[in-house]
């Protein structure tokens, strides 16, 4: 090895070194206050705003942070734990100065993401004009998201029969205690505004007097009802206003009567909670060509009509299963759910099959059989169900991918049975566990086991989610392999223990 050579690799070790300790040398970031402030003002954002504004004592440079903050939270209830030791008329008449104060303090050089309002309290009418400037000012530093939550009445939704011999009807009243929605929230407001994400709960719609041919709110994109205090024609004249709407959920409704929802560019729809009195008088139509998901959780209703559903690729349907009007509503909103691809809903024929011995068209001479033996005549003829629905020919032609909620008795077996012929097309069927049945290990040694066949001619894959291993599950799983012609794979993902997951396997 020559000198230079041997020079040139003492400089490369000696550089090295030097390196290494100016890397130890250099402090490292180990306080929040090294932080950048895009990521501190990111952080305080997801605080309440009066919680915000108190970091501006942990240093100097948080005195201004609450500034820049682009969500603004506002919370009565969060406020007023703050002064527990004062009233409520006081701690409202507080929250509204300290609303005001925060809004004309921050700069409006840092844009309003999105403005937040949770006023839990009664006595809205002392805040009434307040909440209206707040609007205004939010509007006006183009805001993008909008959530107003007031409180105006307490919703207990339960249909069990209440005193002995009461009317279903009478006891659903009883279950409301109902008043005027405290908000009236203007969508004349909007007009020419930037707001895309608007989210309302007990609020009354209201709209401008002149004609709403003229007046459009163009930026609006996302809407969120819930519990509203409004009519159907309040909606109807929302969405004739607001033509660019996307994504629609209206949730918690109680006697909104023959609810027309019409948008040309609707693709999102969710429909929660609707209660009625006299669910057989109400209807809900929609008419929505470029449609893609809608879901129904609870949306009792007698009628439904799905007009220009063309683009209709998934569908949630979900009911509680205690009573024949809900199964009524069910095999309504299911017949006009013919060209979905891919739909998720309960098992409800387990229950149908409960209840009625027989069907008024029923689909084979075997099913007709199965049907017979059931004892429990209890609403036997009062079902007012889709007709299209028990029709021989009735069939999901495009489903592709069905998930079913559902337990493994006796009585779901036979429901399975049924859902899988109205599938012809099904490649991918997900059986969720629903709830534990009573009936395990009573499948095999029933006498209507040797009539079960899945028609499944194009079934791929199998998911049992919430899996336990039980007898009936392994005799359901059996029965998918006996019948399935194209079958390559059954896959159980295991129900969680102690909220911890376990992997999936291929039974």
Not at 223 to 236: D, H, K, M, N, P
Not at 462 to 470: A, D, E, H, I, S
């Given at each position: 090895?020559?000198?230079?050579t ?17 890397l ?16 501190l003002v990111?952080?305080?954002?997801f605080?309440?705003?009066?919680s915000?504004?108190?970091t ?8 201004n942070?609450?500034?820049?903050v682009?969500i603004l ?5 969060e406020f007023?734990?703050?002064?527990p030791?004062k009233?409520?008329?006081?701690a ?10 925060t809004?004309l ?6 844009p309003i993401?999105k403005?937040?309002l ?8 002392s ?10 000012y ?10 107003f ?5 307490t919703?207990r939704?339960?249909?069990r ?5 009461e009317?279903?009807?009478d ?6 205690d109902?008043e005027?929605a405290p908000?009236?929230?203007h969508?004349s407001?909007?007009i020419?505004s ?6 309302l709960?007990?609020c009354?719609?209201?709209f401008?007097?002149?004609?709403l041919?003229?007046?459009k ?5 996302e809407?969120y009802?819930?519990?509203l205090?409004?009519?159907a ?8 206003l ?6 629609l ?5 109680l006697n909104i ?19 009625h009195i ?12 470029r449609l893609?998901t809608?879901?129904f959780d609870r949306?009792?209703?007698g009628r ?5 559903m063309s683009?209709l690729?998934?569908a949630?349907?979900t009911f509680d299963?205690r009573?024949w009007?809900?199964?009524a ?14 739909l998720?809903?309960g098992?409800?024929?387990s ?9 008024k ?10 049907l ?8 036997h003829?009062k079902l ?16 592709k ?5 559902t337990s493994?008795?006796r009585?779901?077996l036979?429901g ?6 109205t599938?012809?097309q099904?490649?991918?069927l997900?059986?969720v ?7 395990d290990?009573g499948l ?7 009539l079960?066949?899945?028609?499944i001619?194009?079934l791929?894959?199998?998911q ?11 005799c359901?799983a059996?029965?998918?392999?006996q019948?399935g ?5 059954i896959?159980?993902f295991p ?7 376990l992997p999936?396997?291929?039974?």
């Amino acid at each position: 090895m020559n000198i230079g050579t041997k020079r040139r690799r003492q400089n490369t070790m000696h550089q090295k070194k030097k390196e290494s300790v100016s890397l130890e040398m250099e402090p490292s970031t180990t306080s929040i206050n090294d932080l950048p402030e895009s990521i501190l003002v990111h952080i305080l954002s997801f605080l309440p705003i009066t919680s915000a504004i108190k970091t501006a004592s942990v240093a100097r440079n948080w005195r201004n942070l609450w500034h820049s903050v682009p969500i603004l939270n506002f919370d009565m209830e969060e406020f007023h734990s703050h002064i527990p030791e004062k009233t409520n008329r006081d701690a409202r008449q507080l929250f509204a100065e300290f609303t005001s104060r925060t809004l004309l303090h921050r700069s409006r050089l840092f844009p309003i993401e999105k403005f937040k309002l949770s006023y839990n309290y009664k006595d809205f009418e002392s805040i009434r004009y307040s909440v209206h400037s707040w609007l205004r000012y939010v509007v006006n530093a183009a805001a993008t998201e909008l959530d107003f939550a007031f409180n105006s009445f307490t919703y207990r939704p339960s249909f069990r029969k209440g005193c002995a011999g009461e009317d279903l009807d009478d006891y659903e009243n009883r279950c409301w205690d109902h008043e005027m929605a405290p908000y009236d929230f203007h969508f004349s407001d909007l007009i020419n505004s930037s707001v895309k994400v608007l989210r309302l709960r007990n609020c009354h719609l209201c709209f401008p007097v002149r004609a709403l041919s003229s007046m459009k709110v163009n930026s609006l994109r996302e809407i969120y009802l819930e519990s509203l205090g409004s009519t159907a024609e309040e909606i109807a004249n929302m969405m004739a206003l607001c033509v660019n709407i996307e994504v629609l959920s209206i949730a918690k409704v109680l006697n909104i009567q023959n609810l027309k929802l019409v948008s040309p560019k609707l693709k999102y729809l969710k429909l929660e909670n609707f209660y009625h009195i006299q669910t057989e008088q109400h209807s809900v139509e929609i008419r929505a060509p470029r449609l893609e998901t809608v879901i129904f959780d609870r949306a009792y209703c007698g009628r439904y009509a799905l007009e220009d559903m063309s683009a209709l690729v998934e569908a949630h349907v979900t009911f509680d299963r205690r009573f024949w009007w809900e199964f009524a509503c069910w095999t309504n909103i299911l017949s006009c759910l013919r060209g979905v691809t891919r739909l998720t809903t309960g098992n409800f024929w387990s229950w149908f099959l409960v209840h009625i011995d027989t069907l008024k068209e029923p689909l084979n001479s075997n099913l007709k059989q199965l049907l017979m033996d059931d004892e429990d005549k209890e609403f036997h003829g009062k079902l007012k169900v889709g007709e299209k629905f028990f029709s021989k020919t009735f069939a999901f032609d495009n489903l592709k991918i069905l998930e079913l909620f559902t337990s493994y008795s006796r009585h779901d077996l036979l429901g399975l049975e049924i859902s899988m012929r109205t599938c012809p097309q099904m490649e991918t069927l997900v059986l969720v566990h629903y709830y534990d049945s009573n009936q395990d290990g009573g499948l095999r040694k029933s006498k209507k086991f040797r009539l079960i066949h899945f028609q499944i001619p194009r079934l791929r894959l199998v998911q049992m989610k919430r899996y336990k291993g039980t007898k009936n599950e392994k005799c359901v799983a059996s029965l998918l392999k006996q019948h399935g012609v194209v079958l390559e794979k059954i896959v159980a993902f295991p129900a969680e223990v102690n909220q911890t997951s376990l992997p999936s396997f291929v039974l």
